[in-house]
């Protein structure tokens, strides 16, 4: 579960929630902060060494001290790239563990929301957060501690080599700080609005190209593609304008501290300069100035940087923030009931009322469903049966009234426990990427070959369970399948669940009446003694049923059935 505390400030938060990531990790975060100080003083130690090079060796006509500065100069150099090497490839494993140690919790807490939270949500949207905001907080989680110590390391070295050569040029490159501090803060509110605006765009796309890939066929159905070629270059046109005004926000504080920087660089010129022709400071002096000048100009962009980064992931982390604000509508219970073996699927509706908002779907809903016993569900589109579906699989609680499994309320039951014994095959299921074999494996993890390959031939499958069947490739959503292998697919993955209570959700829908007779027929061969629930607009498809139960005005109402067998079930 993410864990966000709106009342902290946004920056403490981003280290905060990467804080449990990072300690996994700490004995590299020691030895990468090691070595990138390492790493800044050797790169600081240079115009000391030039300093020693133009007034000791060349002025003072020293040659054996020149060659020696040169092969220290070498080693300096040979010895950076090796620290470089070694710290960058310890970063690179530090940053992927935190991002994706980030990108797996916020993926943690969506697969525990609640159906509507993704029927109002666009796809792209949760993309963008779930890809670009979680790497922009940790960016800063990690790049914002790191630079700051390295910086202030660099700083505190260069200042001291900068004093003990100069403290009157030391105080002239440092008056500048407090101008760069106040270009800094001018720039903040145009840098937030930039990246936020940049951040809004960006997910508009991720959501256009999400929404159109999936309905291709669609759109090439209806001539709509010259339409969505224009939606898509009016997207390019507002992410580019998003992009350059964030760009230009960028360049501006770059810029102005880049300015500042060089503005240094001149006054140790105009007064180092000035010095050195009248006699009061040496050659080497100056020049050695003039690269530290630039340098510690390096750790002051790094502060600047830090400062812009943080406005980045202030914006990215109030995403984030909005996302991990939606709570799971049900949850596990601490102490969860454990159902008695065997169980038998016993269902019971006990005045139930359920709505989405004011609009109420269930209304006093009351049934009892006998163990074993088959029934067929049936209502108006929108009546509410998907609804009563989800209920019992515990996707939502109903506001008022129970819901028992073997006579144990379900918001007792462990959720694993309570979907592993109520499965759902509905009229469009959903295959995973991969092969069948996959596919079967995504419910059942521990399955044989010889367990798959049953399953396959209890539902109808027998072609692909010999062979090279189990290795076929269901191909981009499922489209190497035919609808009606695709569910008896869903089906066999049903049988190796080996649930309790089945429920077929316009299973059969759309198929001709022949092959859905046929693959109830397998139904019922396969869960015979089991409870059965199939939601249905054609009757004739269903085979033997024990009750017909209609949801009509958000209550269950009882039907005598075509061909009933003796009452086995009550509707109240």
């Not at 938060?13 to 990790?25: C, F, G, T």
């Not at 209890?458 to 010999?466: D, I, N, P, T, V």
């Not at 399948?481 to 089945?502: F, K, M, T």
Request: net charge positive; charged share 20%.
């Amino acid at each position: 579960m993410i864990r966000l505390d709106e009342k902290r400030s946004l920056p403490w938060q981003a280290l905060a929630w990467a804080l449990p990531i990072v300690r996994e990790r700490a004995a590299t975060v020691i030895g990468v902060v090691f070595l990138s100080c390492i790493g800044s003083a050797a790169a600081l130690l240079p115009p000391y060494l030039t300093q020693r090079l133009v007034d000791e060796g060349i002025v003072g006509g020293k040659v054996d001290l020149v060659l020696q500065l040169c092969v220290a100069f070498l080693a300096l150099m040979l010895a950076g790239v090796v620290v470089e090497t070694v710290s960058r490839l310890a970063y690179l494993k530090l940053s992927a563990h935190v991002l994706f140690g980030l990108r797996e919790e916020v993926y943690r807490h969506l697969q525990t929301l609640a159906p509507t939270y993704y029927a109002r949500t666009r796809g792209g949207e949760i993309l963008s957060r779930l890809d670009g905001d979680v790497a922009e907080v940790q960016r800063f989680a990690i790049d914002a501690p790191m630079a700051l110590l390295n910086g202030a390391f660099s700083l505190v070295v260069a200042m001291a080599l900068m004093l003990s050569l100069s403290p009157m040029l030391t105080a002239v490159v440092f008056a500048l700080v407090p101008l760069q501090v106040a270009a800094l803060m001018f720039t903040r509110p145009w840098l937030e609005r930039s990246t936020q605006d940049l951040r809004r765009q960006s997910a508009a796309m991720s959501s256009f190209f999400v929404e159109s890939l999936r309905a291709m066929k669609f759109i090439q159905a209806t001539n709509a593609a010259k339409r969505q070629e224009a939606g898509l270059r009016a997207h390019h046109g507002d992410y580019f304008a998003a992009l350059r005004r964030s760009q230009l926000a960028s360049l501006g504080a770059g810029g102005m501290q880049r300015i500042l920087s060089g503005f240094g660089v001149l006054l140790v010129f105009a007064v180092g300069g000035s010095m050195a022709a009248e006699g009061g400071m040496s050659v080497g002096v100056v020049v050695a100035f003039i690269a530290y000048t630039t340098r510690a100009a390096g750790p002051l962009q790094t502060l600047a940087g830090v400062f812009m980064g943080w406005q980045r992931a202030k914006v990215s982390l109030k995403r984030i923030q909005e996302l991990a604000a939606e709570r799971p509508t049900v949850t596990s219970p601490s102490h969860p009931v454990a159902l008695a073996e065997p169980m038998r699927g016993e269902l019971r509706l006990d005045a139930v009322r359920f709505g989405y908002g004011d609009q109420i779907v269930l209304d006093g809903a009351s049934l009892e469903v006998a163990a074993g016993s088959k029934i067929a569900l049936v209502g108006a589109s929108g009546a509410g049966k998907s609804t009563l579906i989800d209920l019992l699989q515990r996707h939502y609680d109903p506001v008022a009234g129970r819901l028992l499994f073997d006579g144990v309320q379900l918001d007792l039951l462990d959720l694993v426990e309570l979907r592993r014994r109520v499965v759902v095959v509905d009229q469009d299921p959903v295959l995973m990427p991969g092969s069948i074999r996959d596919n079967l494996r995504f419910v059942a993890p521990d399955a044989d070959e010889a367990a798959l390959q049953r399953a396959l031939m209890l539902a109808g499958l027998a072609k692909y369970a010999h062979g090279d069947g189990l290795a076929k490739p269901v191909g981009a959503s499922a489209s190497a399948l035919s609808r009606g292998e695709r569910l008896r697919i869903a089906l066999a993955r049903a049988i190796l669940q080996d649930p309790a209570v089945l429920i077929l959700d316009e299973t059969t829908s759309g198929l001709d009446l022949p092959v859905a007779q046929e693959i109830i027929a397998a139904v019922d061969r396969v869960f015979a003694g089991r409870t059965r629930i199939v939601i249905t607009h054609n009757l004739a498809s269903v085979g033997q049923l024990d009750r017909i139960v209609e949801l009509r005005g958000g209550s269950l109402v009882e039907h005598v059935p075509v061909r009933a067998a003796a009452p086995l079930l009550r509707a109240v």
